[in-house]
């Protein structure tokens, strides 16, 4: 059995990709919205889903249980506490490993941005930053920018989710500041997301073209308004794949 990592359209891909080649996996998603995304590719498979955030011990067990011979991440690439720990488990067992790599920007298309290394130093950088920015960086760590910056100069753009919602509500964000769109979103709607509420810039992840950052950033650009980037966590230095050809490469070593 594989285990595939997921919670991304390229996990939902890979898992495609397995089932066409009737290889048995076991898919695992954070949220219940990334399950529902995977159970239409494993109907009628011997595959099978697994919802919730893994833990060492949750992992283990699973490994254990269900007899994965190869772990196959395809977790986002700012999720790097699963990753490490995959990585890990799988090199403590032995098991083959696989990094699915998303490309990000090139250091040219960076030059324009704002570059700090985690949430906290772009909560930070924001507080310097004078107007109101836009936090186009997801639901998680919303409360690190409310501990360092006045709410009332945020933006934010979320899923539509009741329970993402409510988090902003318990924050303290009121109704008029938050966008609940599912992306990813086009130039043209960053642009009247910057223009109508009349930002000085925007805070985005380096998500690559899966999570449309160059979206963000030419518009951001064409707008004259800046850029806080926050930059990838570091990688274990793992065998990687960012196509279906070194994807199946990787099948190939394994069977």
Not at 2 to 23: D, F, H, P, W, Y
Not at 42 to 52: A, F, M, P, Y
Request: charged content about 20%.
């Amino acid at each position: 059995m594989i285990l595939i990592l997921s919670g991304t359209s390229e996990g939902k891909m890979l898992v495609a990709e397995l089932n066409q080649r009737r290889i048995p996996c076991i898919a695992t998603t954070v949220t219940t919205y990334g399950g529902q995304l995977i159970l239409k590719e494993i109907e009628g498979s011997n595959s099978s889903l697994q919802v919730g955030a893994l833990d060492k011990p949750a992992l283990e067990e699973l490994i254990r249980q269900k007899k994965i011979r190869a772990i196959v991440d395809a977790t986002h690439p700012y999720a790097s506490n699963i990753t490490w720990m995959a990585y890990e488990q799988a090199k403590a067992l032995n098991l083959p490993y696989l990094r699915w790599h998303r490309p990000g920007l090139t250091e040219k298309e960076k030059e324009s941005c704002i570059q700090v290394q985690d949430y906290e130093a772009a909560a930070k950088e924001l507080k310097s930053q004078s107007g109101n920015w836009l936090l186009t960086t997801g639901s998680n760590h919303l409360e690190v920018f409310c501990q360092h910056t006045d709410i009332k100069r945020l933006m934010v753009r979320v899923m539509p989710f009741s329970k993402v919602l409510e988090k902003c509500a318990d924050l303290g964000f009121s109704p008029g500041q938050i966008i609940a769109q599912q992306g990813p979103f086009s130039y043209q709607m960053n642009c009247l997301h910057l223009q109508e509420y009349n930002l000085a810039g925007l805070v985005t992840k380096d998500s690559g073209e899966t999570g449309a950052v160059g979206e963000k950033l030419l518009a951001a650009r064409d707008l004259n308004r800046k850029v806080i980037l926050i930059q990838r966590p570091p990688e274990p230095a793992a065998q990687k794949a960012e196509n279906m050809e070194q994807f199946q490469d990787f099948l190939l070593l394994i069977r």
